[in-house]
């Protein structure tokens, strides 16, 4: 019976130091955690929504706040667009203006973040712009207030 005592601790022994050596102190290795684009306010142009935008809309969208903020590029077209930041506790509003060079023409929004551990996000948006003449009312939505605002061009795209 001691023999078998003995052999039972011998091999707990093992098992025990050999889950022990398997431990890393520097745990689960972060993954990169791509950036959502939310609530963009303009209507998107798709084969069911036909829907047209006013020539010059503001638009908006929110992202949240672990993007860096200084890295975010909106084009449309290949034309930079300048923007404005608005700060809230969670996320950051986004706001911009469709050229009026863009009036009556199909425009892909895009925008490019970097966020936490350097991870690249990309999103866009496809809107018609109305022709002057039969231009509707913008669809922009209410904004919400801001803790602080600055205001931002960006001179180079990805």
Same mark, same amino acid.
């Given at each position: 019976?001691? %023999?078998?005592?003995?052999?039972?601790?011998?091999?707990?022994?093992?098992?025990?130091?050999?889950? =022990?050596?398997?431990?890393?102190?520097?745990?689960?290795?972060?993954?990169?955690?791509?950036?959502?684009?939310? %609530?963009?306010?303009?209507?998107?142009?798709?084969? =069911? %929504?036909?829907?047209?935008?006013?020539?010059?809309?503001?638009? +908006?969208?929110?992202?949240?706040?672990?993007?860096? +903020?200084?890295?975010?590029?909106?084009?449309?077209?290949?034309?930079?667009?300048?923007?404005?930041?608005?700060?809230?506790?969670?996320?950051?509003?986004?706001?911009?203006?469709?050229?009026?060079?863009?009036?009556?023409?199909?425009?892909?929004? %895009?925008?490019?973040?970097?966020?936490?551990?350097?991870?690249?996000?990309?999103?866009?948006?496809?809107?018609?712009?109305?022709?002057?003449?039969? =231009?509707?009312?913008?669809?922009?939505?209410?904004? @919400?207030?801001? @803790?602080?605002?600055?205001?931002?061009?960006?001179?180079?795209? @990805?």
């Amino acid at each position: 019976m001691k %023999n078998l005592f003995k052999i039972i601790l011998i091999f707990s022994a093992l098992v025990v130091s050999h889950n =022990a050596t398997a431990y890393s102190s520097k745990g689960a290795s972060e993954q990169c955690k791509m950036p959502r684009f939310d %609530n963009f306010s303009l209507a998107e142009y798709s084969s =069911a %929504n036909k829907v047209e935008v006013a020539p010059e809309s503001e638009f +908006s969208f929110t992202v949240p706040k672990k993007v860096d +903020s200084s890295t975010i590029k909106i084009i449309a077209k290949k034309i930079k667009l300048p923007y404005t930041i608005e700060t809230t506790s969670s996320f950051y509003r986004i706001k911009s203006k469709i050229p009026a060079e863009l009036t009556g023409k199909f425009v892909r929004i %895009n925008v490019f973040v970097t966020a936490e551990l350097d991870c690249k996000g990309k999103d866009g948006w496809l809107v018609k712009v109305a022709e002057a003449t039969n =231009a509707p009312a913008s669809t922009e939505t209410k904004p @919400e207030q801001a @803790e602080t605002k600055e205001e931002s061009t960006e001179e180079d795209c @990805e």
